[in-house]
């Protein structure tokens, strides 16, 4: 048989296979399935090395071997790894293993170059969005804020000279959302006055929508909050800027005028301390707001940013984390449901085969999850990509800002637009589609997906909320279908090219939006990446030029556009991805992935892209109706039974180990049912036969007859003594 690639910390062994050796840790009296054969023996099928996969998918061999240590690291570290039993814990307990597992990390923090710790970080989110969340409210969003927002002097000291870069001394939250604003953040009502005698501002909370709501470790944990207010300054109002407020002293006490409490249980993450605050004229140093892009002196002189967005540049970071989330999300429990799939048998297909067949061999169950599997590979490429801009943009604005460059500054301003897009486009996108990845995958397992033990239940109710908060999906789609809508009117109506990198495509609007040939317009057609390209780009294009048509039509309404604006945000999140995927295979030097990776990317856009979004790309004549029909009918499921083969190999290529995987039913060695059974009989002991309320329940059955119950005063004898003297 083929070699087969082990894992082995961040190393690549060879080895042969000669077929699998079995050793059952349960008695049988007749021959059990054996699942784990059914593995080992597709997974010796695989004529790839799994880790050169890994490091085609990361982005670098320094990238993989650094997430490959970094799981290592956290399944040998005591605090960190996981354990079947946290899937029982109440909220309680859960906020205190949370609260161990921060202090770990700020361990880690204090030893690790940030590049390193952020990538733990970015790995324990996936196994504990609690614990990542916390942490990175903290490191992220009040200090990214803080840093974006305010002066080098201002973030030296809260993040150096406070401590709060170390989680030490201070523990920030971000206090953006109110109860009656979330998405409106222009809308918050909390206000920031300032008192030019005194040289403070007033923080004050004027009603009760304006109570902060929602605010990460504002419970128990915060001692300050970078605080959304408005800035009012001699009767003028500003609009919101930020500030820093301090909620707690040295001993952890509420401040006056603090007044803070939990809002209670939540969907998922039980591990989050969510609070609400409420500010009542406390007063701050006016140094205490940030004033890096907007500044306000001591006598009252306002200077109001450049660009307006730029305060919310801090947010972009939580974006590109998110979409980075949906490929681990996505990677973690694709592999899950496919090695159930292979291991799990069910129904014979014919009364005379021996064995019943496996999931993944049935045409439906290989429909379900092998297009989850190629659009986990287009995340995962797409969200590196999205990574490594965001860094470099964030490097240029701090470069420039330094340099007191004006032309500097306007170009990050450009590139920054383009940040916005892209992570709103991705991050709403992907953290929709790996939510319904969740979902389907847990469908597929069937009931045992329904078990908490196999991790669905607790990652789906941990995960939806991603597609809320840091700009609530439907409102992030209608921005970037709006952005786009204007660009196309830019070049359309004022002949004006625009200059924002990552759109520069829309140029071409003026060569696309009246073509009328068909790209599409054969079967061999759908496997030219060329034509596939373009035909995704001009259906950017001409949906852009459609709803610009229709906005004229409704007199400049936008509102009546909401729904296609989504739309469109989700068909340039696809088109960012495949031009990804497509450049990635093209640089490819690996020739043993090629093949894979060929239909992998075909699977992607044909499932993806051209499936949903068939009515656009027909009323647009992109492509002719009897190919659209081929693709569902006859080439998806070619591409399924190409790719069906290999998906122990592929999905081993994510190299997630069993502890990150966290699943009973998804571990590496494919026993399913011992892994499944064994565990459950150590957490819940047979012996402990009787409940805690068993004297309740063996009361209801033991309970006496009604008539006794009744002291029998429904009786005959009963009856007979009540009327002796009426019936006389």
Known sequence: MAPMALRDGNKSKKLVNNGPLLVSRIIDTEKAPQPAEAIAIERSQTNFDPVKMHQFLEGSVEKSDLVLSLFKSIERDTFLQTSPEHYDMG??????????????????????????????????????????????????????????????????????????????QLYGCFGMTELGHGSNVAGCETTATLDIEKDEFIIDTPNISATKWWIGGAAHSATHTVCYARLIVKGKDYGVKTFVVPLRDSQHNLLPGIAIGDIGAKMGRQGVDNGWI????????????????????????????????????????????????????????????????????????????????????????????????????AMGLGTDKLEKQHEVILDELERAIRADSKELINKSIIDTKALFIDSGSLKSTLTWLAADLINETRQSCGGHGYSSYNGFGK??????????????????????????VKNIQQILDKKKPINTPSLLFLNEAPQWVHQKDIIIATRRDVENLDKVKLAVKVAVIKFAALLLDQLKAYKGNWDLLSHDRVQLSKLRCHYYLLETFIERIDSNTDHALTSHLANLLKLYYVTQIFTPFAADFIRFKLIDPEVASYLTLEFTPQLDLAIRPYVIGLTDSFQQPDNFINSLIGKYDGNIYENYFETIKQIHPPRHYKAPYSSAFEALLNRAPLEERDRFEKSEAAEQKLTARIEK
């Open 91 to 168: 909220y309680k307990d859960e906020r205190a293993l949370v609260a161990q597992r921060i202090d770990r990390m700020a361990r880690y923090l204090e030893l690790e170059d940030p590049k390193k710790f952020w990538r733990r970080l970015n790995l324990m989110t996936v196994i504990d969005p609690s614990m990542g969340i916390r942490i990175s409210v903290n490191l992220g969003l009040f200090l990214h804020c803080i840093k974006g927002n305010g002066t080098d002097e201002q973030f030296n000291y809260w993040a150096k000279y406070r401590e709060a870069g170390s989680i030490k």
């Open 278 to 377: 409420q500010f009542t004229e406390v007063r701050i140093p006016r140094y205490f707001m940030l004033q890096k892009w907007c500044k306000v002196d001591k006598f009252g002189n306002v200077v109001l940013p450049p660009l307006e967005q730029l305060s919310y540049i801090s947010l972009l970071g939580g974006r590109v984390s998110m979409a980075n989330d949906s490929y681990r999300i996505g990677a973690r429990f694709v592999t899950i449901a496919l090695r159930y799939a292979v291991g799990r048998r069910q129904f014979k297909k014919n009364p005379s085969d021996e064995l019943e067949s496996k999931l993944l061999d049935y045409p439906l169950h290989q429909r379900r999850l092998i297009p989850l599997l190629a659009l986990t590979y």
């Open 459 to 484: 990652a789906y109710n941990d995960w939806v909320v991603q597609c809320t908060w840091e700009g609530d999906n439907n409102v992030l789609g209608m921005s970037v279908g709006k952005t786009l």
